[in-house]
């Protein structure tokens, strides 16, 4: 099937690839949608086909994209829209405002905000005629609640009868949680709910290297199988690390600022600013989560990401890729091999505290997916799952490693 998009001041449609849940989310008529699929089931990168057909499409048509926090927003579900407007090369002809983060098309006279809902008041004034809740499992109950009482905007003649439709994208981790009991399984919803479950099998663009990693996973923890290669309900049990406290800002006085960098291409490459106070106190700032990363790029990345003046600080590297890290040295950057010792890296982490921002978008995900591996007897190793686990490695590499160099310089220097 293919997704068109069409300018009448301009010639031609434009033909794009997408997936079978495309299909089955522009072919219901309900009015709650609820995508709950695996990792990259493709059901967000639909969610965004569909709507930007909807506004390049549809007269008048008021759609909103949220999710909790704006900087999670902006990492995500805003950029995706953006990045496929730009692929499909209608981005030049829409207005973007990016005070207002609103998306206008001058041809049907819709449009397209994107807002946090860390405040529900900010959309009590408003009508929408779609609502797009990603990672809606961050929402609370009272959050939907009252977006819902606002996707109320009036059909337009020109709409071709398209409902105002609520739609909700996660991935299946709370079963318990208020999506599944109070909207897929309540009586007072029948009918006006369309479940649409998504795994890996529904995305054909996937490349081999990843479908891989997620049959992997069944062979390391059943659990995280179910949830992330089969798509269905599962408990993120024995997870790792406790929660992080989640800050507003890094105080700008620290002890010593250093990096953690996990080598990836077809996997992602992370980047982690780690900022230290009084020894046991670190506070993260993600500043790198990219596939397809050759070391040119990487290098490239590194001198946009760390100015001239502060190269001589310490960035510890995955030691496994020792040319990569003589390739970045040589380029100018005090990089180092880090000490990949997992289970002494994870015990002394586990004992520090550790602040994140809500910008740290992959850091907070992978924090809460990075559990121990339990074997098919129910028994819990002394191993991680190798799954969502860029970032952490990226904090272990740096906090363990220099916790070790400190052991052999006692006094740590200021920052420079």
Not at 27 to 40: F, H, M, Q, T, W
Not at 82 to 93: G, N, S, T, V, W
Not at 303 to 330: M, V
Not at 387 to 403: E, I
Request: include cysteine; proline fraction near 4%.
């Amino acid at each position: 099937m293919s997704l068109s998009t069409q300018d009448p001041t301009k010639a031609g449609t434009l033909q794009v690839r997408v997936t079978n849940v495309y299909k089955r989310n522009v072919e219901s008529d309900k009015r709650y949608l609820v995508n709950i699929g695996g990792a990259r089931s493709s059901k967000s990168h639909s969610i965004a086909q569909l709507l930007l057909q909807r506004l390049v499409g549809l007269h008048r048509r008021k759609i909103l994209v949220c999710r909790k926090t704006f900087p999670a927003l902006r990492l995500t579900s805003y950029k995706m829209v953006l990045d496929l407007a730009k692929e499909y090369k209608i981005y030049p002809r829409l207005h973007h405002d990016k005070v207002s983060n609103t998306l206008t098309c001058p041809w049907t006279g819709s449009f397209m905000s994107f807002l946090s809902i860390d405040d529900p008041e900010k959309i009590k004034s408003s009508e929408w005629s779609d609502i797009w809740m990603e990672e809606a499992s961050e929402f609370e109950w009272n959050d939907f609640l009252i977006l819902q009482t606002r996707l109320s905007a009036p059909q337009h003649h020109l709409q071709q009868k398209v409902p105002n439709q609520f739609i909700m994208s996660l991935n299946p981790t709370e079963e318990e949680g208020w999506i599944n009991q109070k909207i897929v399984l309540a009586p007072n919803f029948a009918g006006k709910v369309e479940l649409i479950h998504s795994t890996y099998r529904d995305n054909p663009f996937l490349d081999d290297e990843y479908v891989g990693v997620l049959k992997g996973l069944k062979e390391q923890d059943a659990n995280a199988f179910q949830i992330y290669a089969e798509g269905k309900y599962g408990r993120l049990t024995h997870v790792i690390y406790s929660p992080f406290t989640l800050v507003q800002q890094i105080p700008d006085a620290v002890d010593e600022i250093f990096y953690g960098l996990d080598f990836g291409f077809n996997n992602p490459t992370a980047l982690v600013e780690i900022h230290l106070r009084d020894a046991k106190h670190f506070y993260l700032r993600q500043l790198l989560y990219h596939t397809g990363l050759t070391n040119a790029d990487l290098i490239e990345h590194l001198k946009h990401l760390i100015p001239e003046e502060n190269r001589h600080r310490e960035i510890y590297a995955d030691a496994a890729e020792p040319d990569r890290i003589e390739e970045i040295s040589a380029a100018g950057f005090n990089i180092h091999s880090a000490d990949k010792e997992v289970n002494r890296g994870i015990d002394y982490c586990k004992r520090q505290r550790f602040y994140t921002l809500a910008s740290n978008v992959d850091i907070n995900k992978e924090r809460a997916a990075y559990k121990w591996k339990v074997d098919k007897n129910g028994k819990v190793l002394d191993e991680p799952v190798k799954f969502l686990d860029h970032t952490m490695d990226a904090v272990r590499y740096g906090c363990y490693t220099r916790w070790q160099s400190l052991k052999r310089q006692p006094q740590m220097s200021s920052v420079g």
